[in-house]
T-cell receptor, first 116, second 114 residues
Framework: EAQVTQNPRYLITVTGKKLTVTCSQN?????MSWYRQDPGLGLRQIYY???????DKGDVPEGYKVSRKEKRNFPLILESPSPNQTSLYFC???????????????FGPGTRLTVT | DAKTTQPTSMDCAEGRAANLPCNHS???????VYWYRQIHSQGPQYIIH???NNETNEMASLIITEDRKSSTLILPHATLRDTAVYYC???????????????FGKGITLSVRP
């Protein structure tokens, strides 16, 4: 089944304890992205990657890191999490950088992160 | 990208067609209309997109008016599982570098009643 998977789905952690949220897609998609969703603020893009070894900042990159060493994986790293990073995180992918395909994005199920 | 306007909410009976309107009166010639939905706390789900012709897929139909100022997403036989927030967005396909993000407005909450 074509899908985007994220792990973990739920995580409660403490301030400063490094964590990684994994994202993997099995559709051979070129483009991947991370969003966070907060009440009243909608979906905000954190980082995106147009292809392997190519990553760029989105609107809210502070406090996050990403890497794209393989086409299928795009992990989100929080080196020193803080309470303001408590949020619902979504990974997304799309087939290619061709714009009509770029906006046809497929999302993972979400990771609900709580930082205390 | 053109601003889109949707009603706040609507409901329909299970098994009936759900017609979700969207206004995009300032849409430009190279902007596609995209529809997504988000079932509570799940990841957004792509539904359909179109430029000016009507489009249909296994999930829904998209009807775009001839002047392209508005569109309607049609779920032909709504089920309880279609209860969700539906987002209509317009995206300019002139590449401007970091223009890859999806920006959802408030969307329309569709409630399907038994």
């Amino acid at each position: 089944e074509a899908q985007v998977t994220q792990n973990p789905r739920y995580l409660i952690t403490v301030t400063g304890k490094k964590l990684t949220v994994t994202c993997s897609q099995n559709m051979n998609h070129e483009y991947m992205s991370w969003y966070r969703q907060d009440p009243g603020l909608g979906l905000r893009q954190i980082y995106y990657s147009m292809n392997v070894e190519v990553t760029d900042k989105g609107d809210v990159p502070e406090g996050y890191k990403v890497s794209r060493k393989e086409k299928r994986n795009f992990p989100l790293i929080l080196e020193s999490p803080s309470p303001n990073q408590t949020s619902l995180y979504f990974c997304a992918s799309s087939k290619s950088r061709i714009l009509a395909e770029l906006y046809e994005q497929y999302f993972g199920p979400g990771t609900r992160l709580t930082v205390t | 990208d053109a601003k889109t306007t949707q009603p706040t909410s609507m409901d329909c009976a299970e098994g009936r067609a759900a017609n979700l309107p969207c206004n995009h009166s300032t849409i430009s010639g190279n902007e596609y209309v995209y529809w997504y939905r988000q079932i509570h706390s799940q990841g957004p789900q792509y539904i359909i997109h179109g430029l000016k012709n009507n489009e249909t897929n296994e999930m829904a139909s998209l009807i775009i008016t001839e002047d392209r100022k508005s569109s309607t997403l049609i779920l032909p036989h709504a089920t309880l599982r279609d209860t969700a927030v539906y987002y209509c967005i317009a995206h300019n396909l002139e590449y401007t570098g970091a223009n890859s993000k999806l920006t959802f407005g408030k969307g329309i909450t569709l409630s399907v009643r038994p």
